[in-house]
């Protein structure tokens, strides 16, 4: 090969190489967010807003009773990056979740589900992602 051709092909490694190391470093809920934003139009009201509520940050004021609302049970999924993301760490996520909210943890469990396989599925997530 030619010194060029051998500096292209170096080239080419070297940008998919950073390519999947972004993908892997994206954080879930970016990830979310653009899955969101794909089944906004095709889902109703409703089953948006369980997605929103799942997913949502604590510590905002109630609107009734005091205190401050806690972090939905997918929020410590959703900080993680999507390469952190393995089978191992979705048991020991539910079985925690579970043992103090355990039906929001099912419900949890059946939105994130589908949302891993659209991921698994989609181009830019694709290779990040433990199927």
Not at 48 to 57: F, K, V
Not at 80 to 88: K, N, P, Q, S
Request: positive net charge; charged residues 30%.
């Amino acid at each position: 090969m030619v010194p060029r051709e051998l500096r292209a092909q170096e080239l080419i490694k070297a940008d998919a190489a950073r390519a999947e190391a972004k993908r892997k470093s994206t954080l879930v809920r970016e990830a979310w967010d653009a899955y969101l934003a794909h089944h906004e139009k095709r889902w109703g009201a409703r089953h948006l807003a369980d997605h929103h509520a799942l997913a949502q940050s604590g510590g905002q004021p109630k609107k009734r009773g005091k205190g401050v609302t806690v972090d939905g049970v997918l929020r410590p999924l959703l900080d993680r990056c999507l390469g952190e993301i393995t089978a191992d760490v979705l048991r020991s996520w539910q079985a925690k979740e579970a043992a103090t909210r355990a039906n929001n943890a099912r419900q949890g469990f059946e939105l994130f589900r589908p949302f891993w396989r659209w991921c698994a599925s989609h181009p830019d997530y694709a290779g990040a992602v433990d199927a």
